[in-house]
């Protein structure tokens, strides 16, 4: 759907407020952008060769698709330096029935962060990863030992100069429950907080396209994982857009 409506207009002005407008929460967003978002940022209509990992049983290693769809984003930064600071808040990511174990670099610094090797050792790498989060920013924590939190690839990503826009489409499966390190993450809530991260000043939002209403996040919930934020701004849940089923046939 959204490969026609970019081939129809790649600038989404004459597509992208009508979209808004089928938000269940459309409030959410300024109600100027339900006349103008303003154009799309050109770079996303364009086309490069992504490895899709569905397709490779089929013969296909790459296939053209558009910068927008699986789109990597980064962590919000003020998330990486809480989880840093916080350690103690955070849970060790099992696998088969242990704790998971990473390269010998990667798991002796995170031991170290952990306390498992003393309150030196602690103070010492959480220094060290404090100073490399100011050095590198989120956008490079890319695979660094210290991002507890790594890139979302979002299934559509639109920007324009007025908003920020993340799209996931669930069909068959849900949206994910939590993430490795801070289980009472959503997956819903992490790209909220990415949405806001990059629209900076701009209004934003995410638009859950899916088989079955999942409703919206109650308050009490984002209070419970948000609290690393100093400034909690609103966070502006689009909702779910849920397809209608079809109507019965005539007899």
């Known amino acids: 759907m959204f490969q026609r409506l970019l081939r129809r207009d790649p600038t989404g002005r004459s597509w992208l407020p009508q979209l808004i407008g089928c938000a269940p929460n459309q409030s959410a967003v300024a109600p100027l952008l339900a006349r103008d978002t303003g154009a799309l940022d050109p770079a996303l209509s364009t086309i490069r060769s992504y490895p899709d990992r569905i397709l490779r ?14 789109h990597p984003l980064p962590p919000p930064g003020a998330f990486l330096r809480w989880l840093i600071q916080n350690p103690s808040q955070m849970t060790w990511p099992p696998s088969k029935g242990a704790e998971r174990r990473f390269g010998v670099d990667t798991q002796a610094r995170r031991e170290a962060l952990f306390g498992r090797r003393g309150p030196e050792s602690a103070a010492t790498a959480q220094a060290d990863a404090l100073r490399e989060l100011d050095r590198l920013g989120a956008p490079g924590s890319r695979r660094a ?7 979302t690839e979002v299934d559509c990503y639109l920007e324009t100069p007025q908003l920020v826009l ?82 019965p046939r005539p007899s």
Not at 145 to 151: L, R, T
Not at 206 to 228: F, H, K, N, Q
């Open 57 to 70: 049983r089929y013969g296909l290693k790459t296939i053209p698709l558009e910068m927008c769809f699986e």
């Open 145 to 151: 030992w210290w991002a507890f939190e790594g890139y």
């Open 166 to 247: 993340v799209i996931e489409g669930k069909r068959t499966e849900a949206l994910s429950a939590s993430t490795e390190w801070f289980p009472q993450r959503s997956q819903l809530i992490r790209n909220l907080e990415v949405a806001r991260d990059i629209a900076d000043n701009r209004a934003f939002g995410v638009l859950v396209i899916t088989e079955a209403d999942i409703g919206m996040i109650p308050e009490a919930i984002l209070e419970r994982v948000t609290i690393y934020l100093t400034h909690k701004p609103a966070l502006a849940n689009l909702g779910a857009w849920t397809r209608q089923p079809p109507s």
